[in-house]
């Protein structure tokens, strides 16, 4: 803290991590010798930039850009780009921390990195977006290749972003390797990818759901958020028979008693995707109803998956769920949960995932994305959510066996935590003094 004054998002993260892997670290003494917290703490690099650009009206407008390169010990740098107002260094060293460890429980080889800007897409037209991403590219490009750091998307960032981002990279790195990941299918991209993280979280929801043999069908699920996370999120629960009553955006939510179903979802994808609309609409054009500036965590539900940003679920948020009935939390944001509603989950011996665990398959698929990139192949849908299926399993393991409690219970953070700090420990000290 003394290090890095005010970056409370980034203090939280990593204390979060600090507090679970104590036991794990105090039993091997040479974690020490090798000052790995320490290292652990301070990201390899951070780049910062002045991106330039022109908008509609011919005005030159700047915004901040940033890439953190957190730590490559067991592969390169990967990680989303945010375009929202409110980046800052605090958020993008946290987001970058946590994904260290997400995508060493991945199974795959990638180490951890995050970048963005201030500038808020919302409202501005397809060419300011184009012209954005070309300027901040044009930056970020020499610190970036796809043997040393792999951007993908995040908040604001989607197919469109990605595809106008690897445009401008490939024409001044002269090369088609593939350096980002969430590219449009013509041009590299995977199948599954854009639907990876929320049926990633679904998979990780019914690994947990096994261990106390409750089925998915019929459940009532919250869901907040109407982007890329929670649009599959909410898909893949309707195809499983779930009843998802809400979804929100940064003005408000929508609560529907009669569940969400592939029609509504339908205008959801065009609503979001095509015209860039507010959730607000849908209660207007489903007559149910709409909460602004509210946050879905007051409606009863059996589920709760938070899909949209982090901090956006307090302690009496879980109070309120927890007292609602609530017995399972998945979650497919980053940090969305505080500290305090954490405690209340574990105090409650609730089922509840992490982020880091439960929202792994984005990133994961992006690393099968990689691949495919590599050896000039594209393997099918069916292939892709295989694998992705497999790896959601493979991580519920490692938490299962990291994370279980005297009393039989798992404790996901914990096992995360625990099983994702190990493998970048041993990668570290096995590399030497770097
Ligand atoms: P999108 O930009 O597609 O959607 C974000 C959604 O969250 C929008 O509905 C947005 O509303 C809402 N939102 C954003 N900021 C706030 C805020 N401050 N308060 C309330 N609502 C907000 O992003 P994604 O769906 O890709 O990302 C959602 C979360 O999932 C993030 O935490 C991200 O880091 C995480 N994640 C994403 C992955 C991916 O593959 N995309 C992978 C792993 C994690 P509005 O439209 O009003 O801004």
């Known amino acids: 803290k003394r290090r890095f004054p005010n970056e409370p998002e980034y203090h939280q993260a990593v204390e979060e991590v600090l507090s679970t892997i104590e036991d794990a670290y105090n039993e091997h003494p040479e974690f020490d010798r090798y000052n790995l917290i320490e290292r652990l703490c301070i990201p390899d690099r951070i780049f910062s930039f002045r991106v330039t650009w022109l908008d509609d009206k011919g005005k030159v407008q700047t915004n901040m850009g940033y890439r953190v390169q957190h730590n490559n010990a067991i592969g390169p740098y990967k990680g989303g780009i945010r375009f929202h107002s409110s980046v800052n260094l605090s958020i993008l060293k946290f987001l970058a921390f946590e994904q260290t460890f997400k995508n060493s429980l991945t199974t795959l080889p990638m180490g951890g990195g995050k970048g963005g800007s201030d500038f808020n897409p919302k409202g501005k037209s397809d060419t300011e977006i184009m012209r954005f991403c070309q300027a901040f590219v044009t930056e970020l490009w020499r610190h970036i290749g796809p043997e040393t750091d792999v951007p993908a998307g995040d908040i604001g960032v989607g197919g469109r972003e990605v595809g106008y981002m690897y445009g401008m990279y490939k024409k001044l790195a002269r090369e088609n390797t593939g350096t980002f990941t969430g590219k449009g299918l013509e041009f590299g991209g995977s199948l599954i990818r854009p ?228 493998k970048v420990a041993k990668a570290m000290m096995a590399q030497g003094v770097l």
């Not at 938070?306 to 980053?334: H, I, K, M």
């Not at 609730?350 to 594209?378: C, D, F, H, R, W």
Request: glycine share 10%; charged share 25%; proline share 3%.
């Open 195 to 422: 639907e990876a993280t929320g049926y990633g979280n679904v998979y990780f929801l019914l690994e947990m759901l096994k261990t106390r043999n409750i089925d998915i069908k019929g459940k009532v699920v919250t869901v907040s958020g109407s982007g890329n996370v929670a649009q599959y999120t909410v898909e893949k629960l309707i195809s499983l028979g779930a009843k998802v009553v809400t979804m929100s955006d940064s003005n408000g939510y929508i609560y529907d008693p009669d569940g969400i179903d592939e029609a509504k979802l339908k205008y959801i994808f065009e609503l979001k995707n095509l015209y860039r609309g507010r959730i607000k609409e849908y209660a207007e054009q489903y007559g149910c109803k709409y909460v602004e500036g509210g946050r879905p965590w007051g409606e009863k539900c059996d589920i709760a998956m938070p899909s949209a940003t982090q901090n956006e679920l307090d302690g009496d948020d879980a109070r309120a769920l927890l007292a609602n009935g609530c017995f399972a939390v998945s979650e497919g944001a980053n940090m969305p949960s505080t500290p305090e509603a954490i405690d209340e989950f574990l105090k409650a011996k609730i089922l509840y995932a992490p982020g880091k665990a439960a929202n792994a398959g984005g990133v994961s698929v992006s690393g099968l994305e990689m691949t495919q990139n590599s050896i000039k192949l594209n393997w099918t849908a069916e292939e892709v959510d295989a694998r992705l299926k497999q790896i959601m399993f493979d991580i519920h393991t490692q938490c299962v066996r990291y994370g279980k409690q005297e009393d039989g219970t798992v404790n996901y953070v914990k096992g995360a935590n625990v099983a994702g700090f190990m």
